[in-house]
């Protein structure tokens, strides 16, 4: 069973860091991105960052200058690290990975459980 385990978030004062950690286990025979999305109240899910098998990266336009994401494949770990944090970012951070399992020739994504970062003024 693949399993995405997060951890950091937690909650800061506007300006402030947080890194967020997430790491994949289980029948993984290739990966191909790992990103971050986060889901604030009413709205929808949106993409954070992602960061593909090759190194590319790619950030939303509201975080860039601010986060930087980065992987290690062979740990199948990915980590985000925000800095100077807005109140606008306050949100449920998920964990995403696309993967292909052992003896099966689909990719799939897979989410992890969610982690919530609360940005005060």
């Known amino acids: 069973q693949v399993q995405l385990l997060e951890s950091g978030g937690g909650a800061v004062q506007s300006g402030g860091s947080l890194g967020l950690s997430c790491v994949a286990s289980g029948p993984i025979f290739s990966i191909n991105a790992m990103g971050w999305y986060r889901q604030a109240p009413g709205k929808e899910r949106e993409l954070v960052a992602n960061?593909?098998?090759?190194?590319?990266?790619e950030y939303a336009e509201s975080v860039k200058g601010r986060c930087t994401i980065s992987r290690d494949l062979a740990e199948k770990t990915v980590h985000l690290q925000m800095n100077n944090l807005k109140v606008e970012d306050t949100a449920v951070y998920y964990c995403h990975v696309y993967l292909l399992k052992w003896g099966d020739g689909t990719w799939y994504d897979y989410w992890g459980q969610g982690t919530q970062v609360t940005v005060s003024s």
């Open positions: 960061i593909t098998s090759g190194g590319s990266a």
